[in-house]
């Protein structure tokens, strides 16, 4: 057989998707990134009919290419949170923004195959918009962040995720020393808070692009 990493892949990303959809997520597959952002600027944004569109922290969404590619589009008012110029007090007020978009684009921490997203964050405004706020919300996720199960999956968040975007983000914690969690009490602490997405509300609201390729953290 020909591609049987991609082959294997591909059966675990196709039973997923039935799994997601049976707890009302919207679900689309890419084959890679590029396929991705098509589906997403072909398919999915226009069905939203967004004006406004807002993101949070996501090595997926950036691998895409549809950052650039929207923020490019003077179709859309675009609320960037990730642009570096902005103060840390106007980045705040930008979050709050965000809150309210038509459209709110990130990644995932953890996809479990029962179909349910699991995430885990610092400042809370990416779990706070997957979870109420913006109308629609469009999560990237690379086949690497599909697991088994809950304990799977907040095991992989804390032992190699957040080291890993901690060691990124040039965090002051004890695990870019380690590698793993130590359940930290420091300033730079990047896990807050946790969220388990068992069902889309309204349906479809979150619409899900699982992408055979591992991208992201
Ligand atoms: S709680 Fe602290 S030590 Fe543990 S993964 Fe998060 S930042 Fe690292």
């Known amino acids: 057989m020909d591609k049987p990493v991609d082959n294997y892949w ?17 679900v689309f597959t890419a ?6 952002k098509r589906v997403a600027e072909d398919i999915i944004i226009p069905e939203t009919g967004a004006k406004s569109v807002s993101w949070g922290g996501s090595m997926t969404f ?10 490019g589009n003077s179709g859309f008012e675009v609320i960037d949170v990730f642009d570096k110029s902005v103060s840390t007090e106007k980045k705040s007020e930008m979050r709050r923004k965000a809150l309210l978009a038509d459209l709110f684009i990130t990644g995932t921490n953890a996809v479990v195959d029962t179909g349910v997203l699991v ?16 109308k629609n919300v469009l999560i990237l996720a690379g086949r690497n962040k599909i697991v088994s199960d809950l304990d ?6 804390k032992n190699y995720a957040a080291p890993a975007n901690a ?4 965090k002051k914690t004890p695990c870019i020393k380690t590698s793993f969690c130590e359940e930290c009490s420091s300033p730079d602490r990047i896990c807050n808070y946790w969220t388990i997405t068992e069902k889309s509300y309204p349906r479809g609201r979150i619409k899900i692009v699982l992408i055979n390729q591992d991208l992201g953290l």
Do not use: Q, W
């Open 31 to 36: 084959e890679d990134a590029e396929d991705a």
């Open 152 to 157: 799977e999956a907040m095991f992989r968040i």
């Open 10 to 26: 591909k059966k675990r990303i196709d039973n997923l998707k039935t799994a997601l959809e049976a707890n009302n997520f919207e």
């Open 167 to 170: 060691m990124r983000l040039d």
């Open 62 to 71: 950036m691998a895409t290419g549809l950052y650039e590619s929207i923020k």
């Open 119 to 134: 995430n885990l964050d610092m400042i809370g405004n990416r779990v706070a918009a997957i979870t109420f706020g913006p």
